[in-house]
């Protein structure tokens, strides 16, 4: 054996082993370790050749490289027993011969350990041949250098059994060609690893441009108006045009039951129940009654991805046997499934899914992706909708609340009358800009005033409306009538019905009389009025039973009639004085107004109120104001 | 105002938690008036943990109770106390409402009017 014979060899290799370290660089499957080794045993054996020839070294080390072979096959299909077997048997036959020389002459040895090898050729062969693509992992590679490895492979060996291998042909040339099967190998390893980078990087740019096709979408939407099911819609048909799927929908959860609405559909997706039979006759049915059957949460594939928040994907529906309705080839017939949870911060918002509608399609692992892509952002879309939409109605309640001021300011008093008997002070202060709070201070013909205070539910438009009612029959009908509780049965008898029930209001109404100092005072569910006597320096709550205004057409109200003297003192107020709360959250309350008012007895009624009013803001400190404030005092002289 | 929903066979629980404000008042409403479209008959809003209620909030729920009213259906409020209680109690309207002590004795009520 002399070097130049060995010399195309180790070209050979080292060809072999540039393409591998090219090979190796590529992450596809695990072929680059399979040759390496293979590798390893040709230069080992080459080298080994050179200084020991021995002729048993080649048939030994192809047993070596038919077992790495086998093992690179077997990586993908698993080990079968009969592998371990036939393995043991062949190894023992070679290990006997090669053991005991002298049982054999050389070349007879030799003839019978190439016999064995080609027995492994052939079983290699065989395995080849059964290699099945479905049971296989990446079982591409193998696929296409079967026919290869095979043709290679046993040429080599008939070629040494008929000319053993010394024949300057067999050295020359068939061994070295047969080097070339890794090559040819590792040559078509770099192919499809390249191929898949590049389906790999293929399938994400659909999916960023998927993405961004749907952003686009979506945004020119809600520029357009924010309406959750046409954004939901867009959704289905981005999903749909993404997947190539026949239809899909998109369920959003019931508020108020544990149901999933189909709020969007796009195709015809099909009922996933049965249906009665009237609802199948034709597709447009079919379409609606899936759209007015809400799915019961648990129930049916989609109400199981709801209910467990797990993706589904069955790519083959009629094989898989969990949608067995679906199965058969009529009206109902999906082929395949895609249903993805719609969840943000574990909250479900609901299920979005496509499906395949003809036998023979199929969804993609891809396709599961992108969708699940999609969802994702369709899921923040949602939630910011819903979001944007809470804070637009507040944002609507604030301007309404703008106008509102408006109309208040021109309604309150804009001096208060001089009285011979009694002064009058009044204060309010509306918490965000516009008032609930009422008051309103009428003279009437010659000796009496009419004085009302009171608290409108809700604000805005609607509340200052109904300010502007109770202010407009004040006017109307305090001339003509002067009997507060008939005053209080007008209003009410006026206002209910022509206003929503929510913006009922609550009313403490008293008439004072100059000439005779006679009070009459009439509440609608108001604060009862206080009246301090100077004669017994005491305070009293003056009440009347009745329901607020707004509420019922025939509440029945009440009066009381009592005279006042000089030194007393009539208050009336709102809430939002005895509430008000001092930064550690306590209410300023009843007891201290009346403390106040107890106090500064001696002072006018200007005066009194400034009292109040330093005292209140002392004690609320740098607090706003939870709630609209409104006093009035009439102090009689 | 975080509104929840949940059902006893016929019965529709309301569980109201937070303040009842101007700013959120309208929630009942607009929750209410989906229910009433859907027919369900029998409703008890709880209350219990509502711990500020204002005007507006008292307006939602008179105008929840005479929607219902007008309907026919009924509705029971559940565990209305401390200064919920005092509100409803100064505007005179705790004889106006239907109000019970607390859930389970509201749907006990309910109970034997559903056919």
Not at chain 2, 21 to 30: G, I, R, S, V
């Amino acid at each position: 054996m002399d070097f130049t014979a060995a010399l195309p060899r180790f070209f050979a290799e080292v060809f072999l082993l540039l393409l591998w370290l090219a090979a190796l660089k590529k992450k596809w499957d695990r072929t680059p370790v399979f040759i390496g080794w293979i590798i390893v045993i040709l230069v080992l054996r080459d080298a080994a050749v050179l200084f020991y020839p021995s002729e048993y070294l080649f048939p030994l080390s192809n047993l070596l490289l038919v077992a790495v072979y086998f093992i690179w096959i077997r990586s993908k299909t698993g080990f079968r027993n009969l592998d371990i077997a036939f393995f043991s048997f062949s190894a023992a036959v070679i290990a006997f011969i090669v053991l005991d020389m002298t049982l054999l002459n050389l070349a007879v040895s030799i003839f019978y350990i190439d016999l064995a090898v080609f027995a492994a050729m052939v079983y290699l062969a065989l395995l080849l041949g059964v290699f099945s693509e479905f049971t296989s992992e990446k079982p591409e590679i193998v696929i296409r250098t079967r026919f290869a490895i095979i043709a290679v492979m046993l040429l080599y060996q008939v070629s040494v059994l008929l000319y053993g291998y010394s024949n300057q042909f067999s050295v020359s040339v068939v061994m070295p060609a047969s080097y070339l099967l890794h090559g040819y190998i590792l040559y078509l390893y770099l192919g499809l690893a390249s191929e898949e980078d590049q389906n790999t990087l293929k399938a994400f740019r659909g999916d960023v441009e998927a993405l961004f096709e749907f952003m686009s979408s979506m945004g020119s939407a809600i520029a357009e108006k924010i309406d959750i099911p046409s954004i939901l819609n867009i959704i289905v048909q981005s999903a749909l045009r993404n997947t190539a799927a026949d239809a899909g929908t998109a369920l959003i959860v019931d508020k108020y039951e544990d149901k999933l609405n189909a709020e969007a559909i796009q195709g015809i997706y099909p009922p996933l129940s049965p249906v009665p039979d009237i609802a199948s006759v034709n597709p447009t049915v079919l379409k609606d009654y899936f759209r007015s059957h809400p799915i019961p949460i648990g129930q049916t594939v989609l109400g199981e991805v709801a209910k467990s928040g797990d993706s589904l994907f069955i790519r083959d529906v009629i094989s898989d046997g969990r949608m067995e309705f679906n199965s058969e080839n009529n009206i109902f017939l999906i082929s395949s499934i895609i249903a993805i949870p719609l969840i943000v911060s574990k909250r479900l918002l609901g299920v979005i899914s496509v499906v395949k509608r003809a036998e023979g399609q199929f969804f993609s692992e891809q396709d599961l992706s992108r969708l699940q892509t999609l969802a994702e952002f369709a899921s923040v879309t949602i939630d910011t909708l819903y979001t944007y939409m809470e804070v637009l109605e507040k944002r609507q309640i604030d301007r309404e609340i703008g106008i509102a001021a408006q109309i208040q300011d021109k309604l309150i008093p804009k001096q208060l009358p001089e009285l011979k008997v009694a002064n009058f002070a009044f204060f309010s202060n509306p918490a965000r800009g516009v008032s609930g709070d009422y008051f309103d201070l009428i003279e009437l013909d010659s000796h009496k005033v009419g004085v009302v205070i009171g608290d409108v539910a809700g604000k805005g438009v609607p509340a200052s409306l109904v300010m502007v009612m109770i202010h407009s029959i004040l006017q109307l009908i305090l001339n003509s009538e002067d009997e507060a509780y008939k005053v209080i049965s007008w209003i009410n008898r006026g206002i209910t019905g022509k206003i929503d029930i929510d913006h009922y209001a609550t009313l403490s109404f008293f008439t004072f009389d100059e000439e005779t100092r006679e009070v009459v005072y009439s509440n609608a569910a108001h604060h009862p009025l206080m009246f301090y006597s100077k004669k017994m320096n005491k305070i009293y709550r003056v009440e009347t039973r009745g329901l607020p205004i707004g509420i019922e057409k025939n509440s029945t109200y009440h009066q009381k009639r009592f005279t006042v003297e000089p030194g007393d003192l009539l208050i009336l107020y709102t809430d939002g004085i005895v509430e008000a709360m001092n930064p550690e959250g306590v209410q300023y309350s009843r007891k201290s107004l009346e403390r106040m008012i107890l106090q500064n007895t001696h002072l006018s009624a200007r005066k009194l109120m400034d009292k109040i009013k330093a005292d209140l803001h002392e004690y609320t400190g740098r607090e706003k104001p939870m709630d609209d404030q409104t006093l009035v005092i009439m102090k009689v002289t | 105002m975080e509104i929840k929903l949940r059902r006893n066979a016929q019965i529709f629980i309301i569980d109201i938690e937070g303040d009842m404000d101007l700013y959120q008042a309208y929630k009942l409403k607009e929750l209410v008036a989906k229910m009433i479209q859907k027919n369900i008959v029998y409703y008890v809003i709880n209350l219990e943990k509502v711990d500020y209620i204002d005007s507006s909030g008292v307006g939602a729920l008179l105008y929840v109770h005479s929607a219902l009213k007008k309907q026919k259906m009924k509705l029971l409020i559940a565990n209305v106390h401390g200064s919920v209680k005092d509100v409803i109690n100064l505007t005179q309207l705790m004889d106006y409402f239907n109000i019970t002590k607390d859930v389970n004795t509201a749907i006990q009520e309910l109970k034997p009017l559903i056919t």
